[in-house]
């Protein structure tokens, strides 16, 4: 079993362990899962007396812890190694949910707990990676801010909370706040638990719960609405083109990818044969995604150019977008360009580690064999826009747990050759965030399905001998179904030639887009 390992650099060894032993974090601790290792700097002192402390030079209210024991404690840790260490203070950037599950994908972490009037600023520079705070406010040490990160963090890693539903349907996730929730009994205080919550209609309630939870985040938390609105924004103009798009949208929907680059084009078609107009009006205007709308939901952006004496204004205007997505905890991006610039200025952006590049435009897929990454193949991209379930006939399907590992590692892995970051720790990863199901006959495994970590269905297998049973179509359903009561939209990437698979997916009711994908991997001299 894979375990996170987090390393706390303190003074006081025996608050750290108090503070996170107990509840969630303690068990995944006893679970091997994570693993805390406390450290009293105390301990690496040069000084007899087992002082860490020196009056500051120019002078000063309070003491400063020195850097000797500091730098000794981490490397007693380290042992030299580049480790991702985090200094826990007020003068950091500030600690949010993106942060907590971009640390979440470190294997390793150390953290720095001050005290007295902070740590020489020397030492700080040698082993410091990140300066972090939890707030615009002064404690007494760094223990605590240390305890909120770890926490918020640990959370995070597959296996930790034993329910994926868990830390994706929860405050901030998706810029917005957690809806209201109720238990039991269903009347307290006069009070009654919204009809809603007791129909067992899945859809309806993932319905209720978003519209709670918009309600709420904009009333509390407005600057969080406003991104809210922003990505929906720019969820409506990628659905003009939804079949090409729907990989994007439902990133952006699921809140699982960032926005690296957006480029909105409107290209204003001009009058035909009209010579008054030629060269009197621009071609195309450019404007942010971040561009603000009137109170009626409106564009604030003029509807129209400004006319110069009675020449006429464009009569027609077509909306094109450039974007550049990235999925940190896959190190997958997904980028469209609407022209040759913006194709270049995505390529340029393309942050160092990433792994796969999913493009469906001929010319960005010329630009990055150009940045150093290769085509693996074409793809058919396919999805599901109905709301109504899929009926699943084989009833032996349950979701997947380390049991199952070596069987899915042995038809899948292909020794991780077949596509970046298909190996041992991607069916690893994916068993424990509850995204794959098996398919089980005779008394044993006969199959699996699962979804991919930037969204997509897909890793879908059936022993040859249990083929054409509908067993192929009901592990699909299944996922599919739980797909829907997320309230996601079902889309897959099939290999271009795979008639067997397109054609499962129309049986089922999936749609195919235009476009051809190309899946992009790093070569070797772009990662060396």
Partial sequence: MHTTIFHVLTLFPEMIVQGLSPSIIGRAWEKNIISLNTVNIRDYTADRHG????????????????????????????????????????????????KAQELALEDELVFLCGHYEGIDERVLEEIVTDYISI??????????????????????????LGNDISAEEESFYNDLLEYPQYSRPEVWHE???????????????????????????????????????????????????????????????????????CDIMTVNHLSAGNPAVSGQYPAEVKHSVTEKHSESGK????????TKGKCPVPEKRITEISLLLYHRSCKTCMAIAADIASGEAIAEKLPEDTELVIVSDPVLKELLTQHHYRVMDSYIQMLYTRKEPLPVRHKDIYPLTMEHFPYVCRWYCNDGKSVPGINDAYVRERIQAGAM?????????????????????????VEGAFRGQGIASSLEACVVNRML??????????????TASEKLQEKLGFYKAEKTFWWLEKTLANST
């Fill in 135 to 160: 707030g615009d406010y002064v404690l007494t040490g760094g223990e605590l801010p240390a305890m909120v990160m770890i926490d918020a963090i640990a959370r995070l890693i597959p296996g930790v």
């Fill in 51 to 98: 002082k860490v402390d020196d009056y500051p030079y120019g002078g000063g209210a309070g003491m400063l812890m020195q850097a000797q024991p500091v730098y000794d404690a981490h490397t007693a840790v380290t042992g030299g190694r580049k480790v991702r260490t985090i200094y826990v203070t007020p003068q950091g950037t500030p600690f949010t949910q993106a």
């Fill in 191 to 261: 009070k009654k638990v919204p009809e809603i919550l007791l129909s067992g209609n899945h859809r309806k309630v993932t319905e209720w719960r978003l519209e709670q939870a918009k309600q709420r985040t904009a009333e509390r938390r407005p600057d969080l609405y406003e991104k809210y609105q922003e990505k929906q924004l720019l969820i409506q103009r990628l659905a003009r083109h939804k079949r090409n798009n729907i990989h994007m949208m439902e990133s952006l929907a699921r809140g699982c990818a960032e926005v690296l680059y």
């Fill in 485 to 498: 009561e997320k309230g996601w939209t079902p889309y897959g990437h099939i290999s271009a030639g795979n």
């Fill in 299 to 306: 564009s604030a952006v003029p509807e129209k150019f400004p």
């Fill in 437 to 461: 199901y098996g398919a089980f006959a005779e008394g044993r495994q006969v199959g699996f399905v699962g979804i991919h970590s930037e969204g997509s269905l897909g890793m879908l297998f």
